[in-house]
């Protein structure tokens, strides 16, 4: 019964190390550990946040673009 509670431990801290590793303290455990201080906190997922951010890079080179060909 032992062994039952020790894997059921070591599993719910793995789960829960990377929770906080990959979404850091104010986004883990759907922001249960918010600290209310900074309302301005992005919740968005990390692909999310790269793939806008990838996107305004492409946005603002294209715009760039025409701005230097004089389309």
Do not use: C, H
């Not at 431990?9 to 249960?32: C, N, P």
């Amino acid at each position: 019964m032992g062994r039952i509670f020790g894997i059921a431990g070591t599993l719910l801290a793995l789960w829960a190390s990377a929770e906080l590793y990959l979404k850091g303290v104010d986004g883990a455990f759907g922001g249960v550990l918010v600290s209310g201080e900074d309302e301005a906190v992005d919740r968005r997922t990390l692909p999310r946040r790269a793939g806008d951010a990838a996107e305004r890079a492409m946005r603002q080179n294209e715009e760039r673009r025409q701005q230097l060909l004089g389309d």
